[in-house]
């Protein structure tokens, strides 16, 4: 019997949720609207003896913190997964490639300090540089999630790693540069990882990040330019990871 029955995947942009649906349209569904105010519209699949509830936050790590935080209010959840697309900080991934979250920072979240500026969980503070020493700001995605991805999708398809998250499209090399030096192991960013790692952490529940990359890290033209062209195919290939691990009974 499969340990997380009820999961749910979170996608930011419209393009990802219409390939996710493509990718379970063979399932019943059913579509609900939970909550009132800020409401989540979320598609639930009957996948033999699992619920698949799929939900388009919108983009930005409140937006995926909102949409979360909404559909724990009124489902029973045992897994999220964030699928969709980011960009890589690393000379060695291509378009296409998948990444796979090993650790979550936050970039937008830190103290500034006449010592530095360290990064944080959100929520913490740091006031002094002895609190920021030994300091540990990124948030861990499960680790029995990451090995099912690990076993369900050819190891030459995959690149583990620290997903770098916050409120910003990074559009040049430089910025991209900046980021990578936050972290050794990180790889790729995006912008809705650190909402979802937020409130998963905060209530317990398992998460992992999978996400193609759309833009290089140097583009033949614009990074604006790879994203754009790419959307929809690494949206697809985000469906596609969603299928190959249910196959393998996650």
Do not use: W
Request: charge should be negative.
């Amino acid at each position: 019997m499969t340990k997380f029955k009820n999961i749910l995947v979170l996608a930011a942009m419209v393009e990802e949720e219409r390939s996710l649906a493509q990718a379970l349209s063979a399932y019943p569904k059913k579509e609900v609207v939970l909550g009132r105010g800020v409401p989540a519209r979320v598609a639930e699949y009957f996948v033999g003896s699992r619920e698949v509830m799929v939900a388009q936050s919108g983009i930005g790590p409140v937006n995926a913190a909102v949409t979360l935080a909404m559909i724990l209010e009124h489902r029973t959840v045992d897994a999220v997964f964030l699928l969709g697309v980011g960009g890589s900080i690393v000379p060695d991934l291509a378009i296409g490639d998948l990444v796979v979250s090993k650790k979550i920072l936050q970039h937008d979240y830190f103290a500034s300090h006449e010592f530095g500026s360290p990064r944080m969980r959100a929520g913490d503070i740091i006031f002094t540089a002895d609190e920021a020493k030994d300091y540990v700001a990124t948030l861990e995605a499960d680790e029995a999630l990451i090995q099912m991805i690990a076993e369900a999708i050819p190891a030459e398809h995959l690149k583990f790693g620290t997903v770098v998250s916050g409120n910003e499209f990074v559009g040049t090399l430089k910025r991209k540069q900046e980021l990578r030096a936050l972290h050794p192991d990180a790889i790729l960013v995006e912008m809705e990882a650190a909402g979802v790692a937020q409130v998963a952490s905060r209530v317990g529940l398992p998460f992992v990040v999978v996400k193609t990359v759309s833009d290089r890290l140097h583009a033949d033209g614009t990074i604006e330019a790879d994203f754009r062209a790419c959307l929809d195919a690494a949206a697809k290939n985000a469906a596609a990871v969603l299928h190959q691990i249910l196959n393998h009974g996650i």
